[in-house]
């Protein structure tokens, strides 16, 4: 089957039907069972219903699913009238107002609904966008374009250089600020990479994604959307970020550094938090309400690029009973570095620690952060934790763990020599390393 299914969601007798009856999606059929006569648009369907229907849209609007049976025929009435979006002329470019480049990888944020498939295609440029959110043309002078296509989860090491060398060629044209649109699912892990490959920008970079398509009564995009390019173009630090709703409503959108940001919720409109750490800005009423001091400034002059990301690292989250095969599998496929997600202050299981010491002697870099949400590793505590300490692993404070790893794929991308990967982990780039830890998760302050 091609990436575009002429026959989408379609299998088994249903499809053998339609093929025959030369259909595809989008085109005028009748459907014939009996006495009974369906016509109007053939349907596309989720892959995983029921194969055993054909869904017609009815010129009253409403879709009638035919159950497949002996006898049924198919005839094609008329090929579809493939739509085409043709966005309104772009607004005329009002004096004074920052440049600001949008660049999608994915996602949902900036995608258009077809009613007619029920699909969505991607915003292909700035007219798109201001077609979608006419408000941003109030707020910057908009470029923009697809970097990717691609499901979050599909991004590796390789796309986060990507990424990284695209927005580096935008700040050395010019440009007033850089919107990354992003799945959710990932995307504290790229805003994490390039806040290391990105060191101290002169621009904003901000990550925007949405959790409910720009389809949906409730969705999020264009809120998301338009406080990330008001603080791409307008705010007074220069940030890797990441801007997501701060809670359920509408009113407040969070500013959240790059290296402090993570997913909490599957689907909620404020599933992105700060851990261990408070927001660095709010946008409330249109207005940026920076929230944290120590920022880098916009117009920075100690703008360095450091790119480069490597394949070589690892994040294992322990488990109990988790066999030190496990660990040992992933040197011997080449991993030069890991990451372990263990318990409380920083432990494993003590049957884990003689692979662990003879995998550090093997010159491979193992660092320790830990599945609380909150607090740091503190491994001098423990027996459990002073044994890890004596094997060479090394604790990681309260970096969070996604941090840890895309600052391991970086560091390993750097040097390949073991002390120096271990003196940049340690090494505070941007925000991700020490501070103060919250107690709890916090609650959304305005002041």
């Known amino acids: 089957m091609s990436i575009r ?15 025959a009856a030369g259909a595809s999606i989008g085109d005028e059929v009748e459907v014939k ?72 990888t994915g996602g949902t944020i900036a995608s258009r609904i077809d009613y007619r498939t029920g699909g969505v295609r991607a ?10 959110v006419p408000e941003l043309s109030d707020i910057a002078d908009l470029d923009a374009e697809i970097l990717f296509s691609l499901f979050s989860e599909n991004l590796t090491p390789a796309h986060w250089d990507r990424m990284a060398r695209e927005v580096d060629a935008l700040i050395r044209k010019g440009v007033d600020g850089i919107v990354i649109s992003h799945g959710t699912d990932t995307m504290a892990y790229s805003a994490a990479a390039l806040s290391f490959a990105l060191q101290k920008p002169p621009i904003p970079v901000v990550f925007v994604g949405a959790q409910r398509s720009s389809d949906r009564p409730s969705s999020d995009a264009a809120m998301n959307l338009i406080a990330a390019v008001k603080v791409a173009g307008h705010a007074p630090f220069a940030e890797v970020c990441l801007t997501m709703h701060a809670w359920h409503s509408d009113t407040v959108i969070a500013v959240h550094r790059g290296t402090r940001a993570r997913k909490l919720h599957t689907s909620s409109r404020d599933a992105f938090r700060s851990v261990n750490a408070e927001p660095i800005a709010y946008i409330v009423d249109g ?24 394949g070589d690292a690892a994040l294992v989250k322990f488990y109990p009973g988790m066999p030190p095969i496990l660990l040992e599998s992933l040197v011997e496929k080449g991993c030069r570095g890991i990451i372990l997600e263990g318990t409380g202050l920083g432990h494993v299981s003590s049957d884990l620690i003689p692979s662990i010491k003879e995998i550090v002697d093997r010159g491979v870099f193992v660092g320790m952060t830990s ?29 969070l763990p996604e941090t840890a790893y895309a600052k391991l794929s970086w560091a390993l991308a750097q040097t390949r020599d073991i002390e120096e990967v271990r003196e940049l982990m340690l090494t505070p780039i941007a925000g991700e ?15």
């Open 5 to 19: 299914d002429e026959l989408q969601g379609y299998r088994g007798k249903a499809r053998e039907i339609l093929e």
């Open 33 to 104: 069972v009996g006495d009974r006569v369906y016509r109007g648009i053939l349907m596309a369907r989720y892959e995983l219903a029921d194969p055993d229907y054909i869904v017609v849209k009815l010129p009253n609007g409403y879709n009638v699913g035919v159950k497949v049976s002996d006898g049924m025929a198919v005839k094609k009435i008329a090929a579809a009238k493939r739509p085409q979006f043709n966005p309104p002329p772009r607004p005329p470019i009002k004096p004074g107002l920052p440049r600001v480049f949008v660049m999608s």
């Open 123 to 132: 915003a292909l440029t700035a007219e798109d966008l201001l077609s979608i």
């Open 287 to 310: 207005e940026i309400r920076v929230n944290a001091s120590g920022l880098n400034p916009r117009g920075a002059e100690e703008y360095s690029f450091k790119p480069g990301f490597s």
């Open 371 to 399: 599945q609380c949400i909150y607090g740091r590793v503190n491994m001098r505590v423990y027996e459990t934790g002073r044994d890890l300490l004596k094997a060479g692993v090394t604790p990681l404070d309260d970096m």
């Open 433 to 447: 390393l020490g501070g103060r830890s919250l107690p709890t998760r916090e609650e959304v302050k305005i002041g």
